[in-house]
C-alpha cells in the first residue's frame, strides 16, 4: 500500500508542469520611453515609463530594476511611482542587476501574473556624463544608452522611444546627432520641447528591451560648465597623440572589449560574494523588527564581516570580557571566570580565538557568522525587511546625533562610549571619529585600559603620564588629547581586521556559499528574485564622436 501511496505521488509530481513548481519574470514591455535632459550644470535628468504586461506564466513582479550610467547620484534623488501610486522603496543596494543601477519595490502594487502597470522612475543631478568631443575641441559629447532587461524575462518586441532634451539656449543650427543604433532611422527627428530646448527623438516600434542601444549627440561645451566636461584621459596626460589612441582602440578594439567584459565579471562576481544575506530575509513581511543588538543588526544591514568581528571584540571590552595584550600583531586574552551576561556569539567568539591555528580560528569565525545570520533570519521571519532597514540606520544616526550635540567632552565621551555599539555600524565611523575629538580632551572609559596596551603602560608609569581633569561627581577621569584617542582607535580597529579577517572577499565568500549561494543553472526551473542580465556596457568605437558615454542596463 505504501509502495503505491509513493508511485502514485511521484507520478503526480512529474505531471505537474515546470513552469507551475518555479516561475521566473516574464513579461511583455509594451513601451519604453526614456527623457533623457542634459541640464545647464552638466549633470544628467531621467524620466522612464515602462508599460509592463506580465505574462499568465511569470511570476508577480515585485521589483524593477533600473541601470543608471554610473554611481555618481543620490538615491534620495530618484522618485518612482505605478499608475500614479507613489512608490518608497527605491535602493541601490538592492539593484541585481550588473553595473550600477537602483531596485524600485512595487509593494502592494506588484504587477501579478496577466496584469499590468505603467512604471515611472524620476532620476535627478547624476554627475560625470560629458566627455569631450573627439571631433571638435569646444563641443561636449553626451551619449546614452537606457536600461535594459536580460532577454529570458522579456516576451515579445518593445515600441522604444529616447529623447534628447539638450542644454537651454542651444541653437537649432548647433548641435549634431551620432550614428543611430540598428534598427532606428539614421537621423533622429529634431524638434523643441514645451520650455523651447532643442530636442532630439529616436523611435524603433518592434525594438528589442533587451538590446544594448547607444545614442549621442555633440553641442557646444559653452553651454555647461567646464567642470562638467571630463578631465583629460590618461593618453591624453602621458602626452600620447589622439591618432595613436584611436590606431591603438581600432586595432585592438576587441581585445580590450573583452578586457572590459572580464573585469566587469571578476567586479560583479566580488560584489556577489559579499552578499552573505539569504534572499528570505529580504522578503518583505509587515513592520519593524525592533529589539535587535546591534550586532545583529549590522548583520540586517549587511555590514562587512570584518566590522561585525571588530563590534563583538569592544563589546567584550566594555562587558570585562577581554583584554587586547597586543594590537599588531593581535594578541587577546580572556576573562576567567568570564561575565555570565555574554551572547551566544560573544561565546563563540572567545571560542575561536582560543583555537590554536589561524586557519582553525578563521574556520570558527565562519561558523559564527554563518550562526548568526540564520539566527537574525528567524529573528526577521514576517516582519518587513526595509522598514527594519530605515529604522535601525536611523538609530545610527540618532546615536551620532546624541554624541556631537554634547555641550562638554566628559558629556561626549560618555554619549560615545554608550552609543559606541551603534555608531560603530556607520561606514564612516573611524573618520566620524576623528571630526568628533579633533579638539578637545576625550575622558577614556573604563575599558580603554583593556583595549590599548600602551594606555596600560604608561599608566603604571606615574600618576603624571596622564594628565586628569574633574569629573561631575566631583572625582577624576583619566583623559587624553582628542586626535591620540581617535588614532589610536583606527589604528586599533585596522590592524583587528586584518589580522583576524585577512582578505575579507575570500573569507566573506565562504560565507556566502553557505547563506546565499548561486543558484544552480537548470532548463526547468528559475527563481523569482532572478536579476536580468543586462550590466553596464560601454565602450567607444572608433568613429565615436565622443570618447566615453553614459551608459545603462540591467533589470528584472
Not at 286 to 305: Q, S, Y
Not at 342 to 367: G, M, N, P, S, W
Not at 473 to 492: C, E, I, K, Q, R
Not at 496 to 514: A, C, E, H, L, Y
Amino acid at each position: 500500500m505504501k509502495k503505491t501511496a509513493l508511485f502514485l505521488l511521484l507520478l503526480i509530481v512529474l505531471l505537474i508542469p515546470s513552469s507551475a513548481l518555479a516561475q521566473s519574470y516574464y513579461f511583455r514591455l509594451d513601451i519604453e520611453t526614456v527623457h533623457v535632459f542634459w541640464e545647464a550644470d552638466g549633470t544628467l535628468d531621467l524620466i522612464y515609463e515602462f508599460f509592463f504586461i506580465n505574462q499568465p506564466e511569470g511570476h508577480t513582479i515585485e521589483y524593477v530594476d533600473v541601470g543608471l550610467p554610473n554611481n555618481q547620484y543620490s538615491d534620495s534623488n530618484i522618485s518612482a511611482d505605478i499608475n500614479g501610486q507613489s512608490l518608497s522603496y527605491i535602493s541601490s543596494s538592492g539593484y541585481e542587476g550588473s553595473g550600477t543601477g537602483v531596485a524600485v519595490g512595487l509593494g502592494s502594487n506588484s504587477i501579478p501574473p496577466s496584469g499590468q502597470g505603467v512604471v515611472r522612475v524620476f532620476i535627478n543631478d547624476i554627475e560625470d556624463v560629458l566627455f569631450p568631443d573627439t571631433g571638435s575641441d569646444d563641443y561636449a559629447s553626451a551619449v546614452f544608452m537606457p536600461s535594459y532587461f536580460g532577454s529570458q524575462y522579456v516576451a515579445g518586441t518593445t515600441d522604444i522611444t529616447v529623447i534628447f532634451h539638450l542644454p537651454p539656449g542651444v541653437k537649432p543650427e548647433e548641435p549634431r546627432w551620432h550614428s543611430s543604433p540598428n534598427g532606428f532611422s539614421s537621423s533622429p527627428i529634431a524638434g523643441q520641447d514645451s520650455l523651447g530646448r532643442i530636442t532630439y527623438t529616436w523611435r524603433n516600434t518592434s525594438g528589442d528591451a533587451s538590446a544594448r542601444y547607444k545614442f549621442g549627440a555633440s553641442f557646444p561645451s559653452s553651454y555647461v560648465p567646464a567642470s562638467a566636461v571630463s578631465k583629460p584621459s590618461l593618453w591624453q596626460q602621458l602626452g600620447i597623440p589622439a591618432e595613436a589612441v584611436t590606431g591603438i582602440v581600432c586595432v585592438s578594439g576587441f581585445a580590450l572589449f573583452m578586457v572590459l567584459v572580464i573585469v566587469v565579471s571578476v567586479s560583479s562576481s566580488k560584489k556577489r560574494k559579499m552578499k552573505y544575506l539569504p534572499p528570505k530575509i529580504r522578503i518583505e513581511g509587515h513592520g519593524i523588527k525592533r529589539g535587535l543588538t546591534a550586532i545583529e543588526a549590522a548583520i540586517l544591514l549587511e555590514r562587512p564581516a570584518d566590522k561585525i568581528f571588530t563590534m563583538i571584540l569592544f563589546s567584550l571590552l566594555q562587558k570585562d570580557a577581554a583584554q587586547v595584550i597586543s594590537q599588531d600583531p593581535l594578541k587577546l586574552e580572556f576573562s576567567d571566570p568570564l561575565p555570565g551576561n555574554l551572547r551566544k556569539y560573544e561565546t563563540q567568539f572567545i571560542e575561536a580565538f582560543q583555537k590554536d591555528t589561524d586557519r582553525i580560528r578563521k574556520t570558527e569565525l565562519q561558523d559564527l557568522m554563518i550562526s548568526l545570520i540564520k539566527s537574525v533570519g528567524k529573528k526577521m521571519e514576517g516582519f518587513s525587511h526595509k522598514e527594519s532597514v530605515r529604522y535601525y540606520e536611523d538609530i545610527i544616526k540618532r546615536a551620532w546625533k546624541q554624541v556631537e550635540d554634547a555641550d562638554t567632552p566628559e558629556v561626549k565621551s560618555e554619549k560615545y562610549n554608550a552609543h559606541m555599539g551603534w555608531t560603530m555600524l556607520d561606514g564612516d565611523f573611524e573618520d566620524k571619529t576623528q571630526d568628533v575629538f579633533r579638539r578637545g580632551p576625550v575622558f577614556v572609559p573604563l575599558w580603554w585600559g583593556r583595549y590599548d596596551p600602551s594606555y596600560r603602560t604608561t599608566q603604571t608609569a606615574g600618576p603624571s603620564a596622564r594628565t586628569s581633569s574633574p569629573s561631575r561627581s566631583g572625582g577624576a577621569l583619566p583623559n587624553l588629547p582628542g586626535g591620540d584617542f581617535a588614532a589610536s582607535m583606527a589604528t586599533g580597529i585596522s590592524n583587528f581586521s586584518s589580522d583576524v579577517v585577512g582578505n575579507i572577499t575570500d573569507f566573506t565568500s565562504r560565507i556566502t556559499q553557505k547563506t546565499n549561494p548561486v543558484p544552480k543553472p537548470t532548463s526547468s526551473s528559475g527563481k523569482s528574485w532572478s536579476s536580468g542580465s543586462g550590466g553596464s556596457s560601454c565602450a567607444c568605437a572608433c568613429a565615436c564622436a565622443g570618447c566615453a558615454c553614459a551608459c545603462a542596463g540591467g533589470g528584472r
